[in-house]
């Protein structure tokens, strides 16, 4: 059971359903939405970035729960959101320095946790890239400096949702079937590690312990099997009881049919997640229309398609996730 402040309570409340299950969008993308926008033009100029998240948010924000941006560009995004629509913004540096080993962790340098409290933040959210069989010097760094930032949050009374994504330092290719095999144990470990009380997180964010292109029944053709349904289904189960903490999935840019089949199959299991913080399998095929059409169209793409991807997503997770207000009680 995790023990948090009233405000922080109040706050959760915020970013959630009344039911305690987080239905939130992600549009804290900026170096990837960069690129998406430039792959249908010229390179992108800030302003395109900044105006397709205030469209975004705008648009969508009155069927989410809450939207998750970042304060580079997406503070006006931030203002257009619906009344209702809580807000989560991110503090760390988009991307990672590849000539540098270990995938080190790095904050906006011209913001804190106060200014982006200041700002609106119903809560923070820091993504962590980490290996749980790195050096052990590389993973201290990482734990220092995950016990400085949930420090700063607990100081602030705001809640500390951490986003964690795995890798292998000898894996290049994520999505192969050489990470397949390790991913759940990577995922696993993780989340065991940074449910410790040093670390002052209030929610994680992780990704889901399988590859679902590589389990039966949802590999394609002529693709490799690595995990038989039942292996897969004890996956979700063990992660699940990884932890104590709320946790929820986010949708690693897969296609929105293949998030919403991975939330049923993780009821299946038994997982006791809280709900998705999703972000690109909503909103990505918006850019092209935004690119080429302009914003009347984009809005048209995101008030017809956008709205059914998470108007459906939130059908799937109302059905399949379960309440935090389970795993939380108010301290004094």
Not at 55 to 60: D, H, Q, T
Not at 168 to 194: C, L, P, Q, R
Not at 196 to 216: A, R
Not at 322 to 332: I, L, Q, T
Request: glycine share 8%; aromatic share 10%; net charge negative.
């Amino acid at each position: 059971m995790l023990k948090i402040s009233k405000a922080k309570k109040e706050a959760m409340d915020r970013l959630s359903t009344e039911n305690g299950l987080i239905e939130a969008l992600a549009i804290d993308q900026r170096g990837a939405l960069k690129k998406m926008i430039g792959a249908f033009g010229e390179e992108a100029t800030d302003e395109q970035i900044s105006d397709f998240k205030k469209l975004v948010s705008a648009e969508l924000t009155p069927f989410a729960s809450s939207i998750l941006l970042d304060p580079e560009y997406g503070l006006t995004g931030a203002k257009a959101r619906a009344t209702d629509a809580g807000l989560l913004l991110a503090y760390e540096k988009t991307g990672y320095d590849a000539s540098t080993p270990g995938r080190l962790p790095d904050l906006l340098e011209d913001w804190s946790v106060r200014r982006l409290k200041d700002q609106g933040a119903d809560a923070i959210k820091f993504l962590l890239y980490y290996d749980v069989d790195e050096s052990a010097e590389i993973n201290h760094l990482k734990h220092v400096f995950t016990e400085r930032l949930g420090s700063e949050c607990f100081g602030e009374d705001i809640p500390f949702y951490l986003e964690l994504v795995s890798y292998d330092a000898g894996i290049t290719d994520a999505s192969s079937e050489e990470y397949a095999k390790v991913k759940a144990h990577k995922v696993i470990e993780m989340m065991k590690e940074f449910s410790k009380p040093q670390y002052k997180v209030d929610v994680l964010k992780v990704e889901v312990p399988v590859n679902m292109n590589y389990v039966e029944g949802f590999a394609e053709d002529g693709t490799n099997i690595v995990y038989s349904r039942e292996e897969a289904l004890g996956y979700f189960k063990e992660q699940s009881d990884a932890t104590h903490l709320p946790f929820i999935f986010l949708s690693a840019g897969v296609s929105a049919e293949l998030f919403q089949e991975t939330l049923e199959f993780a009821k299946e299991a038994g997982s006791t997640f809280n709900g998705v913080l999703c972000g690109r399998a909503t909103w990505k095929n918006g850019v092209q229309p935004f690119v080429e059409a302009g914003e009347e169209a984009a809005s048209s793409w995101l008030l017809s398609e956008g709205r059914a991807n998470i108007e459906s997503l939130n059908e799937v997770v109302n059905r399949t996730a379960s309440s935090w207000h389970d795993k939380v009680e108010v301290g004094e």
